[in-house]
T-cell receptor, first 117, second 109 residues
Framework: DAGITQSPRHKVTETGTPVTLRCHQTENHRYMYWYRQDPGHGLRLIHYSYGVKDTDKGEVSDGYSVSRSKTEDFLLTLESATSSQTSVYFC????????????????FGEGSRLTVL | QKEVEQDPGPLSVPEGAIVSLNCTYSNSAFQYFMWYRQYSRKGPELLMYTYSSGNKEDGRFTAQVDKSSKYISLFIRDSQPSDSATYLCAMKGNTPLVFGKGTRLSVIA
């Protein structure tokens, strides 16, 4: 199994509170991603990183920010959580970038289940 | 029209059945076609990938791509209860992966 650890695995919080999810990898892969998975929507990309301090937005980035100060860590922050952000959040890593002639194979963590009341 | 369409199911079959899972897509630039398997409360993992058109076989699993019809399939022969999972198709060109919504499969012993 790819060395990807997400924390916390489960969290219940209240509307308006800040939340930070952490992704830690031991594979030394350059690319890291945050997805959310919801019934009826599938996997949607929130933000991704292509190196330390290099990040970019995905298709559902509103209300989320990310930071990557070390190769191995990628943080996802909800500045003020809303009920619409109740979801399962997956971190993924890849050796090669998505913008290229390759499969873009992603290795996923086990997910962080967030409930915003 | 969504770039990738996948019937969400759920699909329930008896053990030993042949299972067919399908996706359609609209972007003719897609060249890499993948199937991810996701067990309950786990992250997705890559099951198979195919480049361009054609078939690829791996044990009980066969992936097919028909680029002329913009249609991909995953066949599972002699299905087992351990195959019960959600199967997500994913595809890309020189652009980020686009995922289908996933089909939930249950194989009943």
């Amino acid at each position: 199994d790819a060395g990807i650890t997400q924390s916390p695995r489960h969290k219940v919080t209240e509307t308006g509170t800040p939340v930070t999810l952490r992704c830690h990898q031991t594979e030394n892969h350059r690319y890291m991603y945050w997805y959310r998975q919801d019934p009826g929507h599938g996997l949607r990309l929130i933000h991704y990183s292509y190196g330390v301090k290099d990040t970019d937005k995905g298709e559902v980035s509103d209300g989320y920010s990310v930071s990557r100060s070390k190769t191995e860590d990628f943080l996802l922050t909800l500045e003020s959580a809303t009920s619409s952000q109740t979801s399962v959040y997956f971190c993924a890593i890849s050796e090669f970038g998505q913008q290229g002639a390759n499969t873009g194979e992603l290795f996923f963590g086990e997910g962080s289940r967030l409930t915003v009341l | 029209q969504k770039e990738v369409e996948q019937d969400p199911g759920p699909l329930s079959v008896p053990e030993g059945a042949i299972v067919s899972l399908n996706c359609t897509y609209s972007n003719s630039a897609f060249q890499y076609f993948m199937w991810y398997r996701q067990y309950s409360r786990k992250g997705p993992e890559l099951l198979m990938y195919t480049y361009s058109s054609g078939n690829k076989e791996d044990g009980r699993f066969t992936a097919q791509v028909d680029k002329s019809s913009k249609y991909i399939s995953l066949f599972i022969r002699d299905s087992q209860p351990s195959d019960s999972a959600t199967y997500l198709c994913a595809m890309k060109g020189n652009t980020p992966l686009v995922f289908g919504k996933g089909t939930r499969l249950s194989v009943i012993a």
